[in-house]
C-alpha cells in the first residue's frame, strides 16, 4: 500500500466502512462494484477489500483483537502470535516462563525492580503485534520501523494503548541507552524482484538481515535486558555465550528461536518451550550426562518430539521422562513400551506401531491392502524418500487410514505402520 493511500484509508468514514465491509455481498466482484457506486476511488476500494481478507486471516494470529487493525501483507507474515508476544513480553519484563517450572534464578531483572512502568524500546515493530503485548503487560513502549506505511499502520493499531508511541525511524538512529530493555525483531525476508505482487524470499545471510545480526547482537550484549526474535533454523553456532537461546512452538508449529540477554535471559544454555494445549520447558541441563541413551530395540509406540525440541538439540532430555529411547543416535524418533504421560508428553505426537512392514514398493503395497489400509499419512526421518512420490506409488485402493514412518532401526532401514494416539 502507498503511503497515499493509507492516508485515505485511515479517513474516519472510510475506516467506519472498513468496519461494516460485511454489510456489502460476500463477493468480491460485487463488493467491489458496490464501493465503487458509494464513491471509492479504485485504490481505497483495493486496499478495502485487502484489509478485510487480512483481518480475517489475522484473527488466527491475533485474535479478534485483528478485526480492530490494520496489516500490510508482509507486515502480516512476519507478525508474532499474541500468545507469543505475551510470553516474550514477560520475559522483558522480568516474569518466569509459564511453566511454572523451577527455573526462575536469584538474578532478579531491574526491569521488575523499578516503580514506574519499564521502557521497551521495539526496534522494527512491523504492524506491531509484539509492541501490542509489551504496552497491554504494562511496559511503555517506543516501536520504531524503518518503512514509513508498516510505522503508521503500527500507530494505527497501538493507538488504545496510552502507553505506547510509534515512530519512523532506523532502528540505528534510536539511542538504545534511553530503555530498560530492547526488543529486535529483524527483517529477514526481502522484497521478490520482478514479481507483481511482491513476493518475498528468505534472506540467508544473517549480515543481511535488517538491521544485521551482528549489529543487533551487539546493542542486545550491551542492554540491561534484551530479546531477538529469529527464525528457528539459526545455527547454533552463532549463538552467543551471553545468550540464552530458546526455541518456541506454538500449537504444533515451530515459529522461532529467541535469544535472551541480560536480566531477560534465565538460565543460560538452549531450551525449548511447547505451548499449546500444554506447556512443556526443556532445558540442555535436563539432557542426560552422557547425552546418549542408546538404541534399542523397537517398542510398543514410537514417539515423535515437537519441531522446537528437535531444533534446540534437546531430543535425549525426553527419554528419561518418557522411559524412552532413540530408534538411532542422529535420528529424532523416540521409542518406548510405555504409554507417554505425564509433563513430558506435551513434548511428543505418540503413535502406536501396530507392524514392521517391507519397503520395497510392491510388498508394501500388497502388506497395506492385506491389512485394509487404503490411505495413508507418510512420516520419515533418515529415509531416503519422498512421500508424495511413494503415495502416487502405492495407488491404494479405498480402505481404513493410517501413518506410515519410513525411518532406521539402528542401522535397519524400516517402515512402520502404526496409528496416532
Ligand atoms: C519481522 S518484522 C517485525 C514484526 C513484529 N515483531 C511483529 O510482531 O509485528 C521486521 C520489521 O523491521 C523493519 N525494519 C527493517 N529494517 C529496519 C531498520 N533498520 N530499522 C527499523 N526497522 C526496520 C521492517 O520494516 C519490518 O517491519
Known amino acids: 500500500m502507498d503511503p497515499q493511500t493509507l492516508t485515505e484509508l485511515l479517513d474516519v468514514s472510510v475506516l467506519d466502512r472498513l468496519d461494516r465491509i460485511e454489510d456489502l455481498p460476500a463477493d468480491e466482484l ?13 485504490e481505497v ?3 478495502l477489500l485487502t484489509q478485510a481478507q487480512l483481518r480475517k486471516d489475522a484473527v488466527k494470529k491475533l485474535g479478534p483483537f485483528a478485526e480492530d487493525m490494520l496489516f500490510t501483507r508482509d507486515g ?8 507469543v508476544a505475551a510470553h516474550h513480553a514477560r520475559r522483558l519484563l522480568g516474569e518466569g516462563e509459564d511453566t511454572g517450572g523451577d527455573n526462575a534464578t536469584d538474578d532478579s531483572p531491574d526491569t521488575a525492580s523499578t516503580t514506574s512502568a519499564p521502557t521497551i524500546a521495539d526496534l522494527g515493530c ?3 503485534a509484539d509492541s501490542f503485548a509489551f504496552a497491554g503487560m504494562g511496559a511503555q513502549v517506543t516501536a520504531v520501523d524503518a518503512d514509513e506505511v508498516t510505522a503508521a499502520i503500527a500507530s494505527f493499531n497501538l493507538r488504545h494503548l496510552a502507553d505506547a508511541g510509534v515512530e519512523h525511524a532506523r532502528a540505528q538512529d534510536v539511542d538504545t541507552a534511553d530503555f530498560d530493555a530492547l526488543w529486535f525483531d529483524p527483517a529477514r525476508r526481502t522484497v521478490g524482484k520482478g514479481t507483481k505482487h511482491g513476493s518475498t524470499a528468505r534472506i540467508v545471510d544473517p549480515e543481511d538481515f535488517s538491521p544485521s545480526l551482528s549489529w543487533v547482537i551487539d546493542k542486545a550484549i550491551a542492554a540491561k535486558a534484551a530479546g531477538v526474535k529469529l527464525g528457528p533454523a539459526l545455527d547454533h553456532g552463532l549463538i552467543p555465550d551471553e545468550a540464552e537461546a530458546q526455541w518456541v512452538s506454538h500449537l504444533g508449529e515451530v515459529v522461532e528461536v529467541c535469544l535472551y540477554f541480560g536480566a531477560a535471559r534465565q538460565r543460560p544454555g538452549r531450551s525449548a518451550l511447547v505451548m499449546g494445549d500444554r506447556t512443556l520447558l526443556v532445558h540442555e541441563d535436563d539432557l542426560p550426562d552422557d547425552d546418549e541413551d542408546g538404541v534399542g530395540e523397537l517398542g ?3 514417539l515423535e518430539p515437537d519441531g522446537a525440541i528437535v531444533r534446540a538439540g534437546l531430543v535425549t532430555a525426553l527419554c528419561g521422562p518418557l522411559q524412552a529411547h532413540r530408534v538411532h543416535p542422529k535420528i529424532a524418533y523416540l521409542t518406548t513400551d510405555v504409554a507417554p504421560s505425564g509433563p513430558a508428553s506435551a513434548g511428543v505426537s505418540a503413535y502406536e506401531v501396530t507392524d514392521v512392514l517391507p519397503a ?3 510388498s508394501l503395497r500388497k502388506a497395506l491392502i492385506s491389512r485394509g489400509i487404503g490411505s495413508v499419512v507418510i512420516k520419515k526421518r533418515g529415509a531416503d524418500i519422498v512421500p508424495d512420490q511413494v503415495r502416487r506409488q502405492l495407488k491404494l485402493p479405498s480402505g481404513d487410514k493410517a501413518t506410515l514412518v519410513f525411518t ?5 532401514h524400516v517402515v512402520l505402520l502404526t496409528q496416532p494416539c
Do not use: F
Not at 30 to 42: Q, T, V
Open 30 to 42: 460485487a463488493r467491489s462494484s458496490a464501493l465503487r457506486k458509494e464513491g471509492y476511488s479504485a
Open 45 to 47: 476500494t483495493a486496499a
Open 76 to 83: 502480516l507474515a512476519q507478525a508474532t502470535r499474541l500468545p
Open 126 to 128: 512491523g504492524i506491531g
Open 300 to 302: 510398543q509406540y514410537l
Open 360 to 362: 520395497k514398493i510392491p
Open 408 to 412: 532406521r532401526l539402528g542401522e535397519r
